[in-house]
Structures are given as structure tokens and as C-alpha cells.
């Protein structure tokens, strides 16, 4: 495997770049984006016990923000909660959008290795297609070595842009996919907590012994 990387010639470096460049991040986005991660269960819950008790402190919304990404826009609303509905939906609002931008990072990257790596493939066959006619200008076509050469690489690259970018890409749409369905909840959650603090909906603690 290792020779026939090398006759790939030099474009299969940022080949194997982009490769490596998928798989830490596709590990990292997994181990970040897990529902208990982003989406502690019982976390609404254990914010309304709070608000019963009249125990939400400064203390306890820090702990809260650095819980989890929900936590943080949890926080932002309760933090808030005392100035009218509008201004808490502003504060969950500008909360949820860094907490999706944090969702998203490195996903991008794996769009623009998905579109790269193909285009990469290509100018390796260019480069190897051009090793072949330059060899059959000098030597003819008597040279098979040489012109397997140029034709192997140009297949090499190729066959490589592509094994990296199909996975790529399917990666891509798998966390994009996961981001959206992660917001969905998280915003249904806040909603949620708007509701029960200005009296739109059933207290938290009943809603959740319903469900």
C-alpha cells in the first residue's frame, strides 16, 4: 500500500492531509455532539426546582452556563427572566447563536475537504497525463515503464481524491443533519422555559411528570 502511495506522486500528501484532517475531526465532532453532552437529561427540571425554591444564584447560573451547551442558553434566559418575556427571548436567542456556532465547528472544514479532495485527484491525473505525452515526445511509445508511470499516478490520485472525499462528504451531511436536530431541542427547551416563567404553560416539574 505504502509503494503504491508513493507512485502517486506528491499530490497524494495533501491527500493524506485531508484523510487525517476527517478522521480527528469526525472523532471529535462524534465525542462533542452526544445528546447527554449537548442535551443533559433532566437539566429543564432541575432549573424549575430551582425557580421553586427561589435558589437560582449567581453561583448556580454559572454552574448552569458551564454545564452543557443547553445549560448556557438556559442561563442567558434566566438571567434575564426579571425584565419581560421579550428581552429573556432576545438573551436566549443571542445564547443559542454562539451555542450553534460552537455546534458547527470543524463541520465546514469537512465540506471543503469534500470538495477539494476530488479536485486534488484531478490535477494528478493532469500532472500524470502529461508525464505520459511528455515520455511518448521523447522516447515514442517503445518505453511501457515509463509510460505506466505517468498513467499509474494519474489513477492513483484519482482513485485517492475520491476515498477521501466520499467519506467526507457523507460525514459533512451526517453532523449537519445532528447539529439541526440538537437545536430543534434545545430550542423547544427554551421555549419551554419561557412559557412556564410567564405563564403560558404548565409548571416543569408537572409537564415532565405528564410525559
Given at each position: 500500500m505504502f509503494e503504491l502511495l508513493i507512485t502517486g506522486g506528491w499530490l497524494i500528501v495533501p491527500l493524506l492531509i485531508c484523510s487525517v484532517a476527517v478522521v480527528v475531526i469526525s472523532i471529535e465532532r462524534y465525542i462533542s455532539l452526544r445528546t447527554n453532552k449537548v442535551l443533559p437529561e433532566n437539566l429543564l427540571g432541575k432549573v424549575w426546582v430551582w425557580l421553586k425554591e427561589r435558589d437560582v444564584t449567581k453561583d448556580k447560573?454559572?454552574?448552569?452556563?458551564?454545564?452543557?451547551?443547553?445549560g448556557k442558553i438556559l442561563a442567558a434566559g434566566l438571567s434575564n427572566s426579571g425584565?419581560?418575556?421579550?428581552?429573556?427571548?432576545?438573551?436566549i436567542e443571542e445564547a443559542a447563536n454562539q451555542v450553534i456556532h460552537d455546534l458547527d465547528r470543524y463541520i465546514t472544514i469537512l465540506g471543503t475537504v469534500a470538495a477539494i479532495a476530488p479536485l486534488i485527484?484531478?490535477?494528478?491525473?493532469?500532472?500524470?497525463?502529461?508525464?505520459?505525452?511528455?515520455?511518448?515526445?521523447?522516447e515514442g511509445t517503445g518505453n511501457a515503464g515509463v509510460l505506466a508511470g505517468g498513467i499509474s499516478e494519474a489513477l492513483i490520485t484519482t482513485a485517492a481524491g475520491l476515498s477521501v472525499a466520499i467519506p467526507a462528504l457523507v460525514l459533512h451531511r451526517y453532523f449537519?443533519?445532528?447539529v439541526d436536530t440538537l437545536v430543534i431541542e434545545m430550542e423547544d427547551q427554551a421555549v419551554k422555559l419561557i412559557d412556564a416563567l410567564h405563564g403560558d404553560r404548565v409548571p416543569l416539574a408537572e409537564e415532565s411528570k405528564t410525559q
Open positions: 447560573l454559572i454552574e448552569l452556563k458551564n454545564s452543557s451547551p443547553l425584565h419581560g418575556r421579550e428581552v429573556m427571548k432576545d438573551s485527484g484531478l490535477l494528478g491525473t493532469v500532472v500524470g497525463m502529461i508525464k505520459v505525452f511528455t515520455a511518448i515526445m521523447i449537519e443533519r445532528r
